[in-house]
């Protein structure tokens, strides 16, 4: 059975969750059902970085310890994914003993293959990132580029890890690997940097305390970042056990996005050269969310929660809105009117308006029993394609692509509807082929969205009269026309998406 394993950047603990993160959690979690649907097996993890300086200082302004205060935080992520309807199968904290030991035994491996040595770091430190920033980096010379804040200058006995020994073996890797970083700009971005050279990096910290001790200095903790990127090793039991490991890695993919492209497509794949494992075999970015032009971040006022919207829209529109709209690897502009017009055009108008005259004119012209549908139907070619393309665009992680797809099989049904005319004829075989036949439609639609719209999935399988769950079949043979039964009891039940005026 083939295995996907899929991640998120374990999010800062002192955020809030805000839709840029569900973003980048609603779509790993698509991909990973989608893959579980079409019988992979799949491992899916998300999580918290804990550790660092800007956790440690907040936790003294609020009078606690850093753990107690990180113990307050996490959960609000994790309750975060739960309204989303996030299936991950593991949640991961930094601050976990399991992840402590994972990043010891594989820092310390770097250690003993002799990439990692002591010096004096003196540098500019942008507090809010946890990083330290090149002149030629920062704005007007001073301030950082994303928070746009003052950097203090920081000086500081260091261990540094020897990335520059890694500048050649990383553009070979690049160039074995053509696939590994996608988009292709963003590949090119990152080889470009491996290009313009590669400097030795500080990967620990003698100025505070809350982080990951370095196993052979105990005066040092390690820097948040590289003990962060760790924690995709972690989770698979990385040095404590080595045969589920090696079940799962390399063949991992990194959903991240475009700010975080030199941390998980430089230095990520040297420490794993480092430390002798294969660097991660995908790692997908995508671009940020805009509201007013903006990147939506913690650091500033424009930022939404998750559970305004869903409160709001409800759970399947937001994540339909966030797959459909901002395709992976793109910047995506965020708006209220924007998830307004997709809700109206694509789940009222469409999907919602298909199953409510389709249940309402089984119900009036068929004794509310679903007929079967016509095995020659011109919707079935519609359908077979549909299918085949929908499943390139997940399997290519383009979710987008894979719902467009979806709703052309919509919108053609509701056509070939309006066509036929059902509610105008007596009731016979002609009226039963194409209600039959848009049973089915409603039935393949059904396991397409499962990816992005679970809840509803099910909803429409079980009005329609069918037993289970559409999440539980395996494409693409269920999606394959006829599997409609015919002669079950068809629902109509109140409108699926309500007309919205805003
Ligand atoms: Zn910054």
Redesign the pocket.
Known sequence: MPRFYITTPIYYVKDAPHVGHAYTTVNADALARWHRLIGDQVFFLTGTDEHGQKVARAAEAQGLTPAGWTDQLAPRFASAWADLDISNDDFIRTTEPRHHEAVQRFLGRIYENGHIYEDVYRGLY?V??EQYYAEDDLVDGAL?P??R?PVEHLEEENYFFRLSAFEQPLIDWYESNPGAVVPESKRNEALSFIRGGLRDISITRTSIDWGVRVPWDEKHVFYVWYDALINYLTAIGYGRDDQRFEQWWPAVHHLIGKEIIRFHCVWWPAMCMAAGIDPPAHVQVHGWLLLGGEKMSNSSVNQITPGELTADFGVDPVRYHLLRDIPLGSDGDFSAEGIVSRYNADLANNLGNLLSRVATVVGSKCGGTGPAPDPDSRLAGEAAAVVAEAAAAWGNAQPHLGLEATWRLIRETNAALETAEPWKSEPGPEVDAILGSALEVLRIVALLIVPAMPTTADEIWRRIGLDGSPGDEALPAAASWGGYPGGVDVEKGAPLFPRRKS
């Open positions: 942008c809010p990132c950082c994303i928070h804040l």
